[in-house]
């Protein structure tokens, strides 16, 4: 069959919302964009575990202890699927990760910075989850199968993120004068670059138009980040608390909530590699790599062990 043929199969399952599958032919620039961003998306979810992690061992409870552990542990099992699914496009793992460490790959913006007191982790919960549920529950539909099934379960593990998150602020929000402050204090600091994790405005979003014609994206940054707007102004009410725009206002002709502008040099900034943890973060996942050498290789040499014995036993059956 020629490329055009192959091309014309492609885009008609497309159209039909038929999920493209690793065996199926695709172009070869529908196999990069979705290597590029199922990695960094999986990159987003292993860097992401430090900024939480840092706060495990200091949980003002054996409970709230516990609860963040699971949901580190959550992150991990996200990267993990992740991982495979980028496999299944035909790169390592292995090459993934030497991407990121390189700096090569980029990671999610939001974890670039740093979790300074016990409502930052509330705060994550709450908007950077929040923020990443709304882009991921459109990517449970994204085209290509592998992706939209890890997207599902994803879901479901960060509906019950946000919710810890939110928990965390609630009963910040009705301690004493200092807890109160404290929560006001991490929302300020993350709203905005929580606002950020959308990416570009449209017009300044170079993969956007191929990949919403390949149903890769079917929402778009802006619309995607004015929905956050619109769920956030309304639930920080709950909390009795504030965001910090001097610009968030509800417009009536528009049904949805105006909001000022983002602080894009900030933002550039960042995913360049200047923000605040940028070096911290990937100093501590290359420490990570290089001491988990020992692992990766005893888990190999069992795999070949176990292989070798199984081969044997065959051989006896056999005879
Ligand atoms: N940070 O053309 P655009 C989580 C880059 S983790 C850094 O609009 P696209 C969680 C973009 O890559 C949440 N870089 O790109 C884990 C592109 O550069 P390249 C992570 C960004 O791909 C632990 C350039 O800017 N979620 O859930 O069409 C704890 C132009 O952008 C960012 C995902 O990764 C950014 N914020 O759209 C808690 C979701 N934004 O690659 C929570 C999957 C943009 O051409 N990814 N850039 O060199 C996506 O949905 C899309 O990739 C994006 C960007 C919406 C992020």
Redesign the pocket.
């Known amino acids: 069959m020629s490329v055009q043929e192959l091309e014309k199969i492609f885009l008609s399952k497309i159209d039909q919302e038929i999920k493209i599958e690793p065996k199926d032919w695709m172009p070869d620039a529908y196999r990069k964009?979705l290597v590029?961003?199922?990695s960094?998306?999986a990159h987003?979810?292993i860097?992401?575990?430090l900024p939480?992690g840092n706060w495990i061992g200091r949980a003002p409870s054996l409970k709230r202890k516990a609860i963040l552990l699971a949901?580190v542990q959550d992150?991990a099992g996200?990267g993990l699927y992740l991982y495979s699914a980028t496999e299944t496009l035909g790169t390592t793992r292995e090459q993934t990760i030497i991407d990121l460490h390189s700096g090569k790959a980029?990671?999610?913006?939001?974890?670039n910075y740093p979790t300074l007191t016990w409502a930052d982790i509330g705060a994550?919960?709450w908007l950077?989850?929040g923020?990443?549920?709304l882009?991921?529950v459109?990517?449970c539909r994204t085209s290509y199968g592998p992706y939209a099934r890890a997207m599902v379960r994803?879901c479901k593990e960060?509906s019950f993120?946000q919710r810890q998150g939110f928990d965390i602020l609630m009963v910040l929000s009705k301690g004493t004068p200092e807890q109160r402050d404290m929560c006001q204090d991490a929302i300020n600091r993350w709203w905005w670059p929580s606002l950020?994790?959308?990416?570009?405005h449209?017009s300044?979003?170079?993969?956007?138009e191929q990949?919403t014609k390949w149903k890769?994206?079917r929402m778009s940054?802006d619309e995607?980040r004015q929905k956050f707007v619109d769920m956030i102004a309304e639930q920080v009410k709950v909390l009795n608390m504030t965001l910090p725009d001097p610009h968030l206002k509800w417009n009536e002709q528009t049904s949805h909530y105006d909001f000022g502008e983002i602080n894009w040099t900030e933002?550039w900034n960042?995913?360049k590699g200047n923000g605040p943890c940028n070096k911290q973060r990937l100093e501590a996942r290359r420490k990570a790599w290089d001491e988990g050498a020992w692992v990766r290789e005893a888990a190999s040499v069992y795999a070949a062990k176990r292989k070798a014995r199984e081969a044997k036993k065959e051989e006896k059956q056999i005879a």
């Not at 980029?106 to 974890?111: A, E, G, L, Q, V």
């Not at 300044?204 to 956007?208: I, L, P």
Request: avoid cysteine.
């Open positions: 964009t590029r961003q199922i960094q998306h987003s979810e860097v992401g575990m939480e949901k992150e996200h980029k990671y999610s913006s939001i974890f994550i919960g950077v989850d923020a990443a549920i882009n991921q459109m990517l994803i960060e993120h950020m994790m959308f990416g570009p449209d300044e979003s170079t993969n956007s990949s890769i994206k940054n995607l933002f960042v995913v």
